[in-house]
C-alpha cells in the first residue's frame, strides 16, 4: 500500500467529519477594459466580460470537488475596484453597474461578486467620492454585490476624511437595509493595509497589479485543528505550536492541489493560496472554540490574545512551508456572528469590543461582523475605525471593520442573517464621545516604519 | 453586443475592401448588420477542458461488516474495466474498513460514473464508500 492505513483514514475523517472544506475559489477579472463614455455599453461590456470568463466557474469547481471528494463551499469572483475603470461616472451611474455586476452573478450561479471598491488611503478622486457616496444604494439594491473600501496604509497613513464619510455610509447602509437586520453592512468592510489578491468576500477585489485574470483560493478548516489540539491533549505551548502546524500543512496542500486544477480546467492562471481558519456558525467550526481547548475558559479570559496570537503564527508558518503563493490573508479570522464560540462568549458577557480589538492586533484581520446599537453615533463609528485602522498602519498588517449598526437594536438584541453570515448578539460600545477627535479631519501621517527605503 | 463607433467603420472598410468591385451601399449594409447580429448572439467562450479523469484513485469503504461487501465492491469494478492494484483491510468488532488503490486508466467509465455505482453499492449494503484521486493523499500526506 503506497499511504499508510491511518493517513488514509486521517484524510477522510477531515473531509467528512471536520468540516474541512475549501471555503472559496474565487476568479480574479480585471474589469480595466470596460470602461466607455456610455454607461449601457459599459454595462453591457462588464456583463459580457463576466459571463465570458465565470460561465464555466461553479460547473468546473464542482468537477473538481468530485474528483479528490473535499468540498468547495464557495465559488465567487473579485473584480478591479470599480472606482477605477469607471472614475469618469456618478453616483447614480456606479448604483446602475452594481446592477449589472449583481445581474451577471445571477446568471452564472454565485452568490458573492466583490469589488465594488475604492482606493482611498491618500485622498479622493472625484469618482472615488461618487462610488463611496453610492455604496448604500448599492448595497441595499442588490443582493450579491459586495463592497469595501481601504482607507489607510503604513506607507500613506490614515485618511481621517474617509473614516468620517464611511462611518455615515455604514450607517446610511445599517437604515436602507433595515428591514433585513441592517444586512447591507454584512457586504461592507473597510480597511487599512487590503491585501489585493484576497479571495475571501466581501472584502475580495481583483488588484490593480493583478493579471487580466487569475483563481485564487482560500483554504479554512478550523474542525480539523480543533479535533488536532484536542486529540494533542496536554502538551506544552511548543508541542501544540506543532499539532498546528502540521494540521494546517497537509489542508494547505490539499488547497493548492484542487485550486490549482479548477485553474487548469479554466486554462487561466492559478494566483495564490489564502490559508486563513475562517468559521461558520456549524458546530465545531469555530475558532472560539480552538481557543478554548488551547486552555482558556472561554473566549475574552486573559490569555485569550496570546493563544490567538499563536494560532495565527503557526496556521502562517505551515502555510508558508506548503505552499510557494501563499496570499492573501493568510491567519485565523474572529468574526463573531459566523463563530458559534464568539456568539456565546458575547451573551455570556464574557467577550467585550475592546478585547476583541485587542486580539485583532494579532489574528489576520479585524473586527468582524460585529453588531452594535442601531443609535451609536456616526462618530463613534468612526472612532472604531480609526482605532483598527491605527493597529494595521503602525504594525504593518491588514485590519479591516465590519461592523452592522443594527437599525432600531440595542443591547439584548440580536440581529440573525441565517446561513453562512449567522447571528450575532448586540454588542455594547463604550457611551463616551469621539466626536471632537474625529471631527478635525485630515489625515494622519504616515509612521515611522513606514520608511524602510 | 455593442461596438464602439471606430469599430464599426473599421469592420465597413473591412468588408467594402473585401468585395472589392463587388460592394454596393446595400450589399455592405447587410454584410455588416449580420455580422454585428452574429458577434451579439452569443457571449464568446473560453476553451474548456473537458479531459476524463484518469490515473489511480483511492477507495475506502466502512460499514457494519456483512457478507458480500467485498464481493459486490470488487465485481462491480472489474465490471468496469477498473484495475485493483492493492487492497488491505481491517476489521474492529463488528466494524469493517476497507481501502483499496484503483487504477481506472483503462477503464472505459470516468471518476464520476465509478462514483455514482459505488454510490449504488453503498446505498444497497447501507455502508459508506468514498473514492477520492490519489493526487490528493499524495499532496497531503508525502513532500
Known sequence: MPYEFDEILETIKMTEIEHFDIRTVTMGISLRDCADRSLEVTKQKIYDKILKYGKNHVKLAQEVEAKYGVSIANKRISITPVSIPFDAFHLEEFVEIAKALDKAAGEIGIDYIAGYSALVQKGFTNGERELIKSIPFALSETKRVCASVNVGTTKAGINIDAINMMADVIKSTAEKTKDNDSIGCAKLVVFCNVPEDNPFVAGAFHGISEPEIVLNVGISGPGVVLDAIREAGSVDMQQLAEVIKKTIFKITRAGELMGREVAKKHGIPFGIVDISLAPTPAPGDSIGDILKAMGVEDVGAPGTTAALAMLNDSVKKAGLMASSSVGGMSGAFIPVSEDQGMIDAVERGNLSLEKLEAMTAVCSVGLDMIAIPGDTPATTIGGIIADECAIGMINNKTTAVRIIPAYGKTIGDSVDYGGLLGKAPILSVRNLSSENFMMRGGKIPAPTVSLSN | ?143
Do not use: W
Open chain 2, 1 to 143: 453586443m455593442k461596438l464602439k463607433e471606430d469599430e464599426l467603420r473599421r469592420l465597413t472598410l473591412m468588408a467594402i475592401e473585401e468585395l472589392g468591385d463587388k460592394a454596393s451601399p446595400e450589399l455592405v449594409k447587410n454584410i455588416v448588420t449580420s455580422t454585428v447580429n452574429k458577434l451579439s448572439g452569443e457571449v464568446e467562450k473560453l476553451p474548456v477542458s473537458e479531459d476524463k479523469t484518469s490515473g489511480r484513485i483511492i477507495l475506502t469503504a466502512f460499514g457494519l461488516n456483512a457478507t458480500g461487501i467485498v464481493a459486490s465492491i470488487t465485481s462491480a469494478l472489474s465490471e468496469y474495466g477498473c484495475d485493483i492494484q492493492d487492497l488491505t483491510q481491517k476489521l474492529m468488532g463488528d466494524f469493517f474498513t476497507m481501502i483499496m488503490v484503483v487504477d481506472i486508466t483503462d477503464s472505459d467509465h470516468d471518476l464520476r460514473q465509478v462514483q455514482e455505482k459505488m454510490n449504488e453499492i453503498s446505498g444497497k449494503l447501507g455502508i459508506k464508500v468514498f473514492l477520492q484521486h490519489e493526487d490528493l493523499f499524495r499532496q497531503m500526506h508525502r513532500i
